[in-house]
Nanobody, 116 residues
Framework: QVQLAESGGGLVQAGGSLRLSCAAS????????MGWYRQAPGKQRELVAV???????SYVDSVQGRFTISRDNAKNTVYLQMNNLKPEDTAVYYC??????????WGQGTQVTVSS
């Protein structure tokens, strides 16, 4: 079974950058589609970016051109590079693993706070 642990969150000024990492345990990481979700206070959790097992990526419109998701299967790690951060990006960011016919896997979350 794969387990996920996020890191890299923190406090940054608007216009700054952060890189989130999600380290996975288990030897079948490469078979999972990996995603980053976020949840701001009082709002529903939303999908930010996803990368398939084959490396295809997609993004929510609000982060297109600013965020980049990538994965390193040799290191069992997925990344979210976040550039030109805005105060509205403030949220808890969660790593998600998905594989057909299996329950979703979630990390514990990492806080990202962007000050104006």
């Amino acid at each position: 079974q794969v387990q996920l642990a996020e890191s890299g969150g923190g406090l940054v000024q608007a216009g700054g950058s952060l890189r989130l990492s999600c380290a996975a345990s288990g030897r079948i990481f490469s078979m999972y589609a990996m995603g980053w979700y976020r949840q701001a206070p009082g709002k529903q959790r939303e999908l930010v970016a996803v990368i398939t097992s084959g490396g295809s990526t997609s993004y929510v419109d609000s982060v297109q051109g600013r965020f980049t998701i990538s994965r390193d299967n040799a290191k069992n790690t997925v990344y979210l590079q976040m550039n030109n951060l805005k105060p509205e990006d403030t949220a808890v960011y969660y790593c998600n693993g998905r594989r057909a016919a299996l329950p979703d896997i979630w990390g514990q979350g990492t806080q990202v706070t962007v000050s104006s």
